[in-house]
């Protein structure tokens, strides 16, 4: 199953542990007040008010500046090349701007429940293998390529060629980055070469270009979906571009449909159903996807080309930072910021409520990220080592994790 289908069933799924807009709850109210709630769904408001600010909203802040400053590279990298001045500090510095938004990008993947799914974002910027079958034919239309770049338009181009993976390609080869040498001939990958496509460096970085515009324009979409306060700059964008970014094409940010739990006008019906789609709808639902697809699909054969990152060779720090998107999202903020706090989160409430699964989740999630440390240290990646036996304890780890997750979700809906 494509990943994009699988969200989108998940996110149904999700739903059902939430209240339409109809739905509302007279215990509480829009104002911040926590008048008529129990001491328990206090703790909860708390706790969802720090994962707003703290994990979801930094998170996307984060990505909005890196993505656009890869878009700002890429187009100087262009100009230079065109130039005849390109060098190789230029293309290593944009490399370093491309993982810094994939990490982020990564550990935000434990709430795309939210904008990410419903406005299709996910799959149009994160959708892997990439088809360079389809990428090598687009990219022989020289023609095409000129009208790619005077339009800035990426239609011609389908979710196979978009977003991270697209610009990976021509970034990165064999977990290295490419080197102004490389680009200063044409593309030698054998679906290009196969059907006689002439595809110049600067084709590749007309192609990249293009492309991080459109992929910085969605992240834009999701820092500004999740955050009625972000930049006003991304605001204007989202409008000239007539990007939907609010709750049902209602009033509501994502951020203030959250935090309106239990009022009129909100998805979730009580802050039982929002801490839940933390821990279910975003939580586990990652790890599920991490273990029993990203992991598992070339792992157990079934499918041995569903590599993630395979250029850059860097599948396993995306899967490590999905995990830290889980532990971001149970913890109360992000740990490399210094926002985080602990007293305002899911770990400290159930310690409060004296969860018994406690201990093995944070155990499970902590073997889970260790794990994927030790798979780190595999020369050439995922992509050389899918079979390799720190694989298979870095997934049996990551599904133990997942299985906690699903207790807890149980737990949290009773409380």
């Not at 499918?303 to 109360?332: K, M």
């Not at 599904?399 to 149980?410: F, H, P």
Request: hydrophobic share 35%; charged share 25%.
């Amino acid at each position: 199953m494509r990943k994009f289908t699988k969200y989108a069933l998940l996110f149904a799924a999700a739903l059902l542990t939430t209240a339409g807009l109809s739905s509302c709850s007279d215990d509480n109210n829009d104002n911040g007040d926590t008048a008529g709630l129990t001491n328990a769904q206090k703790e909860m408001k708390a706790i969802g008010e720090q994962y707003i600010a703290n994990t979801v909203n930094s998170t996307y802040k984060y990505l909005a500046e890196e993505t656009a400053n890869l878009y700002t590279q890429l187009d100087n990298d262009l100009t230079k090349f065109r130039a005849g001045t390109l060098t190789q500090s230029d293309i290593d510095q944009t490399c370093e701007t491309f993982k810094k938004a994939r990490s982020y990008y990564e550990s935000s993947e434990a709430f795309l429940f939210g904008a990410a799914t419903d406005f299709g974002i996910d799959p149009h910027i994160d959708t892997w293998p990439l088809n360079v079958s389809k990428l090598a034919t687009t990219l022989k239309n020289k023609e095409q390529v000129k009208q790619m770049e005077e339009d800035n338009d990426v239609t011609v181009l389908g979710e196979t060629q978009l977003g991270f993976h697209g610009i990976e390609f021509v970034l990165f080869r064999n977990g290295a980055n490419r080197t102004v040498d490389a680009l200063k001939t044409n593309e030698t990958d054998n679906e290009f070469t196969k059907i006689n496509a002439d595809v110049t460096g600067e084709e590749e970085l007309v192609f990249a270009k293009v492309v991080a515009l459109d992929l910085r324009d969605k992240c834009w979409q999701m820092e500004v979906a999740w955050n009625e306060n972000a930049p006003k700059e991304h605001k204007d964008r989202m409008e000239e571009l007539e990007y939907a970014t609010t709750v049902n094409g209602g009033d509501y940010s994502y951020g203030q449909n959250f935090l309106a739990a239990g009022n009129a006008g909100s998805t979730y019906r009580t802050w039982q159903a929002a801490m839940n789609a933390i821990i279910i709808a975003g939580c586990e639902n990652i790890c599920d996807e991490v273990a029993n697809t990203k992991i598992g699909n070339p792992y157990s054969g079934e499918d041995e080309n569903y590599i993630e990152s395979p250029y850059s060779e860097r599948s396993f720090y995306d899967f490590q930072d999905n995990i830290r998107s889980i532990e971001n999202s149970l913890y109360g903020g992000r740990s490399d910021d210094n926002s985080r706090d602990n007293s305002k989160s899911l770990i400290q409430f159930m310690k409060n409520h004296n969860y018994e699964g406690l201990a093995q989740l944070e155990s499970d999630l902590k073997a889970s990220i260790n794990a994927l440390e030790d798979c780190k240290t595999l020369k050439g990646g995922f992509v050389n080592n899918i079979h390799n036996e720190k694989v298979g304890v870095a997934q049996k780890a990551i599904q133990a994790l997942d299985a906690d997750l699903t207790k807890a979700g149980e737990w949290m809906s009773k409380q």
